[in-house]
């Protein structure tokens, strides 16, 4: 299964520890050059612990850099270059998976896909917790924990309603 990750679901999952759930659901997620300098080299420039973990990633295979060949999009309209690279590599690739927390982001990758003629599906962190929880990679009571984690942490940006909603999934069986 082919897989590209952009940043957001990235640091989330390394704030909370949580980096494993990506190994167990895909073995291998491939990251763009820009994606891998904003999570690994401007991280340590901060400080950050979040740095260190997925730095640790990429050195162990989990994670890969690879820089797309691709040079445009149609679409771009107000893409960070770390969202214009992850799409642009997921297009290449014909990626299964986007990782993309960014909900406009997610609308500007599903047209580029559109576009190009791919079938790429895109799902973000709580995609990727909800996931785990539904393939018994780790428990409900696992997932919701790991949800209340990042929504308890004020450097991690997800919708607390979607949070709740995603919750409230887990806990009906979803």
């Not at 494993?20 to 997620?29: A, E």
């Not at 997610?106 to 539904?134: D, E, P």
């Amino acid at each position: 299964m082919m897989v590209i990750a952009d940043t957001g679901p990235l640091l989330a999952l390394a704030k909370v520890q949580a980096l494993d759930l990506l190994k167990n659901l895909y073995q291998q997620v491939i990251t763009s050059p820009t994606v891998y300098a904003e999570a690994v080299t401007a991280g340590h420039a901060l400080g950050a612990v979040d740095a260190e973990l997925l730095e640790v990633a990429y050195q162990s295979g989990l994670l890969a850099v690879r820089s797309p060949t691709l040079v445009s999009l149609p679409h771009v309209e107000f893409l960070h270059s770390g969202e214009s690279e992850s799409i642009r590599l997921a297009i290449e690739l014909r990626a299964d998976w986007l990782l993309m927390d960014d909900y406009d982001a997610r609308q500007i990758a599903q047209k580029n896909f559109q576009a190009a003629s791919v079938s790429t599906n895109i799902k973000g962190t709580l995609g990727v917790i909800l996931s785990a929880a539904q393939t018994a990679i780790i428990s409900t009571e696992q997932a919701i924990e790991i949800i209340q984690a990042l929504k308890s942490r004020p450097d991690v940006w997800l919708a607390p309603a979607l949070c709740e909603a995603v919750i409230e999934t887990l806990k009906h069986g979803g």
